[in-house]
């Protein structure tokens, strides 16, 4: 598998990821690079964490998965190759993968330890340049993930708050805020299921309400505050043609309801 | 044919990019893609339009062109197959390719109804993903167009201002404004072509007005306002060295005239 | 060499990017095309210089690197073909490889003159596309340096600020600013070699001043403003977990100190 995404913080704007993407196909000239997003706030674990559960999922099978967002990067915090949902992932051990973890065992993990893999000298500021790209590079080469270091017990956990369902309302939040504004939430279509997305269904966000669960923008008029599913089967918060997270005030963590009289 | 341009307006930013990347490659690992821009604004079908028509026809012949400004999605707008001068769209038909068949009858035009070649289960708020992608994977691969659906008898048009040409001057509109801040008018070379461009042409943008047709920036001081043709044999506005839509309040659409006495 | 990489001022949403791309790829649809960024501010060639420095050494030999940022396109400035530091580069001649070639005497230097490589026609507004696009696509291909024009005797260039050391300090500038607002200067980790870094050091920018230099940005709590030696071996300035040049309102170009008593 050739294929090497990346997911930063660096900013679209920066030059850092070329310099990892010349490491790469130095190693590997024929490597395929792909940008996930180099616009993770910075040092936002979090919300890298959530977009590589959305978004990995789609490559190939082993594509391999380098994030780099690294607040700790020269600490002795551990990198980790990980292989997940069939996907492969390197990135440091901060919780990153967490969100990926929680659902989906990790088939293996692997403590970066081995320098051979590296570039050297390696710097002490970053990582992704010196050791998670090289990593990623010969990883596409064929190299043998127990190649890279120790097996890893388990990686580092950060909290994710799960939905509560009771037996007339669902308490979720806002996971993310995609690049329209829209509020994408905890609380998946799933856990819908079975409960009626009419009118008696009244979602609740900060001081805003909307009744009805909808499946496609153009069914209410430009302007309205909308609840939908998702294109990841996900409640979504949205004002139609609009960006709902600037006009209503909205961020994430923010507590969304679903309640049904 | 194994390029495939990407154009939306998901935002420079947005994650949802590499989900289409993700797809197409999980269909032709092989595929060469290419970023058009993501930063149309969102919904613009016309300056998409515009950006297809400026930019597609540089690539090689049958190149894949993907264009995801889909106001309407999960509505019962069409999406369209197109091969027009020469080069292959996959989008809705919506107008965005409106700009291209104007003065470039297209040579075939298939409505995509064949669920074939689609993700399954499609999303109702994502077809780029999960149509629209995994279309351009298959044509990538040797799919005939044929295969996707029906012949479409017409595609969807959208009214484009044409420039009014009399004795003793041309009317136009602002058609885009580049990432300099650039006016790009409608006006072409052609156009002005057999009529004096030194001092006696006097070109009109709001309640701005400059005399002569340049050809180079550096022709004039920093800071001039100007005319000239541009890359894709235009009348252009600039202010040389500066953002010349910003500075003077120009939009896309405001009258252009040059005219000669 | 098939690696082609893109450095411009187009703005990182423009389509002229694709359209270089797109002329590219018509020539050798078997390049692999790289952005090192296309964020240099309008015209702003000395940064170009210095990213130029940062990042293409980074890149398999005799990768070809085009740097767009040409305020002086359709005047007679000079095109250029130049390898430099076993890497090639394409570039029109106002010092944007100045900064590469301060310390790395350029190998080979040619003037861009042959029409053969070029687009027909041309356009006086955009080389990038027009001439350096396809002469980089040609070079990819295995077209021999000698075909493209004339040798050149020297390349442009740009004054650059070289620290002054004394016995008991350095004196050096700001020389770039990074995407977390981190300010890189001119000084290296070389020129400190032998001098304490401990708190008999003290670094000065601005109004603001700091003691010690260190390695790793997660030794002093967050919002500490620290000196600490880059991933390029250059002395940086920083606020830990902030923007430093945005909160202390510091500029490229400004003096940056580091004194012992």
Redesign the interface.
Known sequence: MS?I?L?TD???????V??M???V??IN?GA????????IP??DVRHAAV?LD???????AD?IHVAVID?????DRAMLYARIRRQQYVAPDNGVLSRLARRHAPERVIRLKNPKYWLNPI????HG??IMAPVAAHLSLGVDPAELGPVCEAIGQLEWAEPRRSADRIDGVVLEI???GNLITNITADMLGGRPTDHRACVVCSIYETYGVY?????VPGGSFIA??????RLELAIV?DNAARRLGITVGMPVTVAWE
């Not at 660096?10 to 850092?16: E, K, Q, V």
């Not at 959305?54 to 190939?60: E, N, Q």
């Not at 710097?123 to 970053?126: E, P, Q, R, V």
């Open positions: 294929i995404t997911t660096f900013g679209t704007d920066s030059p850092y070329a310099a993407k010349g490491v196909l130095s000239p395929t690079l792909v940008d996930v997003t180099h616009a910075p040092q977009v959305d978004v990995t999922g789609r490559f190939p594509t607040p700790g990067v020269g600490t710097s002490k500021t970053f340049r010196d995609d690049s329209f499946s496609v923008y153009a069914q939908l599913i998702d294109s990841s089967d043609g």
